[in-house]
């Protein structure tokens, strides 16, 4: 069958399903590349189902070896079984044990769904619909079990034998053999099921719960890593500690375990009791992990971790409500991660990431609504759209209802679907009951795709004393919605006069701060508003929309200087930063006069900031990047022209601030103390390495030469790579020496070198192509490796814009090889990396026929996995 005629699944069609499997026995004996898997499933049918419906499995490349019910074999003629499904036409009328057996190649399982092997470990990964890989099964999330596992290996090869639940028991079995018994109390969907064995080294304490019930936290990796795990189980039991706190939310399993695997396709996966992690998001130490890596690593543990509640506890009743815990667990661990650390520097981060990834899907031939309602590919739907997006919902929602109702409207949801397979219905329902509101016109933030335009104008009347703003809302067309209403969209707003004292800003429909634009069209009028003042909007980023209000540079200058809102002050330095390039990118030359005032503000800004709260001030002072000026330019998009147009900007705000900044790097305390990932650390290390960057804009030599040094004197990797960073962005024999001079130190460690070949993927030269080239023959490099695919190919094609978007469409040509070549082998990777390809049509027109040819040349190839023509056919439709 041609893939491309793969039929879309749809919302509407929802059925509950014809048959419930209450428990689920599994005894799987693993061997390399015979592992047995023998089911036993006690199905019986379901009231809600069609009546007489045949039982229908799901498997997918399964070979079947031995089929009973109750005990007594099934013959071949009551049965089909394919690879992909099982059919009994005519089970048993009331309930009934299914005995099946299946055996499995985990090490030919390249696409890392199912059963696999990494490093030699065996592990699982079964969300979305990996454990139809194992046996077969009803794979819907709606399917709730009680599971018992007894995972059977060689104790040589597999010392450590874990599954879901609490550990029953342990016992031998056979020559060489043992094995272990686990029982998970809790019914859950297949999807959360989890077995690791193999040969690990562990870290581990005990955890006690708030109603005092001690839990056994463990982390496992690879033997010798122990020590870099430290940092991961903090961050459990911070995010544990934080839950209890936040949401009420204690853990119920006597034990809770992590794994980390080398080879994985996501970040990690919240498999109840046994979370199964890319080690990238547990392994870290001074030595080999950046501020930014623990960061990633404290976020990645809470949300898996709370994922228990959100997700496990109260799971999707189908993937279309895959928003139903991914959004939600994404607010969660965004609220924990602003609890740790600096909220305000951590809320610019998340809207940074959400403009960069979300925003241009939102744009482009993928866009989506945040509950999809149509899908052809499953795993093509783990979107920032989904994610990201979907936690900017529930952001939005505890702006328009308040904190306190918030919190009542989640507890209703624990108190009410505690157990169940639930739906965005549902889960609006708690806050419509909690609020007492109708949230009808709300729910159209998960229906409609495509992000609103909120456009402001504003009128001072001086004679009145009165001040007016008026909001026009429309968002555009989007695939398969050509017409939209309007959102609910939560305008957190003040005023500000030019001398920076702050107004009591009052108006009829202004409520705490927040004005409700809930129609096309509204207004605010303001009274005894005696000078003209400057309007801070969206403050903290109060809803995802695109905001477009005619100010002047002085007016966002304003802002920067004297904003009560820290995120306004950042957006300030940002707008007025990007009109200064795109202004430059239209007139062929920098705006003197423009660029005078800004560097001016900048430097008073930083005179104060730069000490009181570095985090914050590294992130005021880095310019947006190319990929954010081509997105605000939007269509027609000649990359180069980006390229130098910041680059004049960078370069003369660098010289403007230089003799400030090398003070600054000057005064900056070396650390002497031991390396902490902490905020306030971070910070000081951030705002040092963005002055070394603008240092290195302004006098390239000199830059060098304080890169250098810093490559030679650095105690921690966040230092060290940030000077390797922005050395790599000057070229010559310094950046090539420092270069090699990384690989060869770090020549055993494959996380390191990641960020070696991303730093080497990002450089903005006509070379890089070739880079790409040989660096996929280095001995790091596998097509086999996700995290390595995702830091040389992924970086490059999402991030490099110009050289990515090369007029000659030789990268785009070179990514449609890699591709197809890694389609066969792991088809959800490939079709991540296909997405880079999602604003071809926002490029000038060469390019634009460039991105098309490739694109056709590969969905003319023969089998393609339906992931990746699925994103094929949406990126040109
Ligand atoms: N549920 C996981 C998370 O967000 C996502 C995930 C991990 C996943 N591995 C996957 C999704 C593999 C699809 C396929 O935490
Ligand atoms: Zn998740």
């Not at 209450?22 to 379901?46: E, F, G, Y």
Request: glycine share 6%; hydrophobic share 40%.
């Amino acid at each position: 069958m041609r893939t491309d005629t793969a039929q879309s699944i749809r919302l509407a069609d929802y059925r509950p399903s014809d048959f419930l499997i209450d428990t689920v026995d599994l005894d799987i004996r693993l061997h390399p590349t015979q592992t047995r898997v023998i089911a036993k499933l006690a199905m019986k049918r379901n009231p809600a189902g069609t009546p007489d419906a045949p039982l229908v499995l799901d498997g997918d490349e399964l070979v079947l070896t031995s089929l009973a019910i109750d005990g007594r074999e099934l013959p071949a003629d009551r049965f089909i079984a394919t690879p992909d499904s099982l059919t009994i036409p005519n089970p048993p009328a009331t309930s009934f044990v299914l005995t099946v057996e299946t055996v499995l190649n985990p090490s030919a399982n390249t696409k890392l769904m199912g059963l696999y092997r990494s490093n030699s470990a065996y592990c699982t990964q079964c969300e979305a619909e990996g454990f139809r890989r194992i046996t077969y099964f009803l794979d819907r999330p709606d399917v709730l079990s009680v599971y018992t596992t007894r995972i059977e290996a060689y104790r040589e090869e597999a010392p450590v034998l874990l599954g879901n639940g609490n550990p029953l028991r342990t016992e031998e079995a056979g020559p060489g053999r043992h094995a272990a018994i686990w029982h998970d109390p809790f019914p859950k969907p297949c999807y959360l099921f989890a077995l690791v064995g193999g040969n690990l080294d562990r870290v581990s304490e005990p955890f006690v719960t708030m109603s005092g019930r001690v839990v056994e936290l463990g982390i496992y990796v690879e033997p010798g890593k122990a020590e870099r795990a430290v940092y991961a189980l903090d961050a459990l039991k911070r995010s544990m500690r934080w839950d209890e706190h936040t949401f009420g939310r204690e853990y119920d399993l006597d034990v809770f375990n992590i794994v980390a695997v080398s080879d994985f396709n996501m970040g990690a996966m919240e498999n109840k009791g046994l979370n199964v992690f890319n080690d990238k998001y547990v392994l870290a130490s001074p030595e080999t992990a950046t501020d930014a890596d623990y960061e990633g690593i404290e976020r990645v543990i809470a949300h898996e971790y709370f994922h228990n509640w959100t997700g496990n506890r109260i799971t999707c009743r189908d993937w279309f409500q895959l928003c139903l815990k991914e959004g939600l667990t994404v607010f969660r661990d965004q609220e924990f991660s602003s609890d740790e650390r600096s909220r305000a520097v951590h809320r610019i981060g998340e809207v940074k990431n959400l403009r960069a990834r979300q925003f241009p899907e939102d744009a482009g031939p993928l866009a989506h609504p945040v509950r999809p309602n149509q899908y052809k590919e499953i795993n093509n739907f783990y979107t920032t759209t989904v994610y990201e997006k979907g936690a900017e919902i529930i952001r939005m929602l505890k702006t328009l209802i308040g904190a306190d109702v918030f919190r009542r409207g989640m507890d209703l949801y624990f108190e009410r679907f505690d157990g169940t397979a639930a739906t965005i219905e549902q889960f609006l329902s708690c806050f419509s009951d909690a609020s007492g509101r109708d949230l009808s016109q709300f729910f159209l933030w998960y229906e409609q795709s495509g992000t609103p335009r909120v456009k402001v104008s504003q009128s001072f009347d001086a004679a009145k004393a009165r001040y007016r703003l008026d909001f026009k809302q429309s968002t555009p067309p989007t695939p398969g919605q050509p017409e939209k209403q309007p959102f609910v969209i939560p305008v957190s707003l003040g005023l500000v006069t030019a001398d920076g004292s702050a107004i009591e800003a009052q108006a009829d429909g202004l409520e705490n701060g927040v004005f409700v634009l809930d129609r096309a069209e509204a207004s605010l009028t303001f009274e005894n508003i005696r000078t003209c003042p400057v309007p801070s909007l969206f403050r903290d980023f109060s809803a995802p929309v695109n905001c477009a209000i005619d100010l002047d540079d002085a007016s966002h200058l304003v802002l920067l200087r004297h904003d009560t809102d820290p995120f306004n002050r950042w957006q300030a330095a940002q707008t007025v930063a990007s009109r200064l390039i795109r202004e430059t990118i239209a007139n062929g030359s920098l705006d003197k006069a423009a660029m005078d005032a800004f560097a001016s503000a900048m430097r008073d800004f930083m005179a104060t900031e730069a000490k009181a709260d570095p985090a914050f001030a590294a992130l005021v002072l880095t310019l947006p990047s190319e990929l954010d000026i081509a997105r605000e330019i939007g269509s027609d998009i000649d990359p180069d022209a980006v390229h130098d147009a910041r680059r004049l900007v960078r370069t003369a705000l660098g010289k403007a601030l230089q003799a400030d900044l090398l003070k600054l790097r000057d005064v900056a305390a070396p650390d002497d103390g031991p390396y902490s990932p902490d905020a306030a650390s971070s910070g000081r290390r951030a705002m040092n390495n963005a002055a070394l960057d603008f240092i290195t804009a302004s006098d390239p030599a000199l830059g060098e030469a304080h890169c250098r040094r810093q490559l030679l004197n650095a105690t921690n990797m966040t230092d060290r790579l940030a000077a390797l960073a922005t050395i790599a962005f000057v070229p010559g024999e310094a950046r090539e020496q420092e270069l090699q001079g990384f690989a060869d130190t770090y020549r055993d460690e494959p996380l390191v070198l990641d960020k070696w070949l991303a730093i080497q993927a990002l450089i903005p030269e006509a070379g890089t192509l070739e880079r790409i080239t040989e660096l996929m023959q280095h001995p790091t490099f596998s097509l086999a490796n996700p995290n390595r695919v995702r830091a040389l190919i992924g970086t490059f094609a999402m991030n490099n814009l110009t050289q990515f978007n090369r007029a000659d469409g030789k990268a785009y040509d070179l990514m449609i090889d890699v591709i197809t070549r890694l389609d066969p082998a792991n088809p959800q990777v490939a079709a991540r990396m296909l997405t880079a390809f999602g604003s071809w049509r926002t490029m000038e027109p060469q390019r634009r026929t460039k991105a098309q040819t490739a694109l056709e040349r590969l969905l003319r190839q023969e089998n393609l996995s339906r992931d990746v023509s699925d994103i094929a056919q949406r990126s040109l439709g």
